[in-house]
T-cell receptor, first 114, second 120 residues
Framework: RKEVEQDPGPFNVPEGATVAFNCTYSNSASQSFFWYRQDCRKEPKLLMSVYSSGNEDGRFTAQLNRASQYISLLIRDSKLSDSATYLCVVNPTDRGSTLGRLYFGRGTQLTVWP | EAGVVQSPRYKIIEKKQPVAFWCNPISGHNTLYWYLQNLGQGPELLIRYENEEAVDDSQLPKDRFSAERLKGVDSTLKIQPAELGDSAVYLC??????????????????FGEGSRLTVL
């Protein structure tokens, strides 16, 4: 079983739509969670960290459900520039230790059309 | 501030030939990673360095892959001999050594643009 599972999509939505992605992780002891964004033929870049209490950054909201071992990303009012692949990332090591190995999901592809 | 620098950006070789990739991390980042990314997949860790020490190389196919980071700064990843299945993007990334050392605790990895390898 993979450490991180994601629906690869693709998700095709019109501008202004709200879209949500989920991913599940297998290690219940995982401590840190992130969403990375990867544009076509570019490198991944951190979009946002995911905190236990949930966190919001503008149009983006990340949620963590430890009981069910899943992470979600909600994008409101989608823009054309949101078109990218969104990678779910899990770090199974404890906070306060080294960053360690990050496990990446395969990514969910989003296309926002005009 | 310069980001993670990788070279070459693109490499085309015939199978059984050797190939090497170079990476220079962000200044001050002690941790360096080599990831492999196949088309339609997420990055998969090959090796992680803390300074010059390889602390996680369990996913590195040691029969044909090798890596070094002799002075704890830049790093080289080598494949010899290359196989058709090695065609992929090889990503280098760097980060602060300790998650807790970053005031915002972002746990951010900074990636280079990658080296795209095609094996014919």
């Amino acid at each position: 079983r993979k450490e991180v599972e994601q629906d690869p999509g693709p998700f095709n939505v019109p501008e202004g739509a709200t879209v949500a992605f989920n991913c599940t992780y297998s290690n219940s002891a995982s401590q840190s969670f992130f969403w990375y964004r990867q544009d076509c033929r570019k490198e991944p870049k951190l979009l946002m960290s995911v905190y236990s209490s949930g966190n919001e950054d503008g149009r983006f909201t990340a949620q963590l459900n430890r009981a069910s071992q899943y992470i979600s990303l909600l994008i409101r009012d989608s823009k054309l520039s949101d078109s990218a692949t969104y990678l779910c990332v899990v770090n199974p090591t404890d906070r306060g230790s080294t960053l360690g190995r990050l496990y990446f999901g395969r990514g969910t592809q989003l296309t926002v059309w005009p | 501030e310069a980001g993670v620098v990788q070279s070459p950006r693109y490499k085309i070789i015939e199978k059984k030939q050797p190939v090497a990739f170079w990476c220079n991390p962000i200044s001050g980042h002690n941790t360096l990673y080599w990831y492999l990314q196949n088309l339609g997949q997420g990055p998969e860790l090959l090796i992680r360095y803390e300074n010059e020490e390889a602390v996680d190389d369990s996913q590195l196919p040691k029969d044909r892959f090798s890596a070094e980071r002799l002075k704890g700064v830049d790093s080289t990843l080598k494949i010899q001999p290359a196989e058709l299945g090695d065609s992929a993007v090889y990503l280098c990334a760097s980060s602060h050594t300790r998650l807790a050392a970053t005031p915002l605790n972002t746990g951010e990895l900074f990636f280079g643009e990658g080296s795209r390898l095609t094996v014919l």
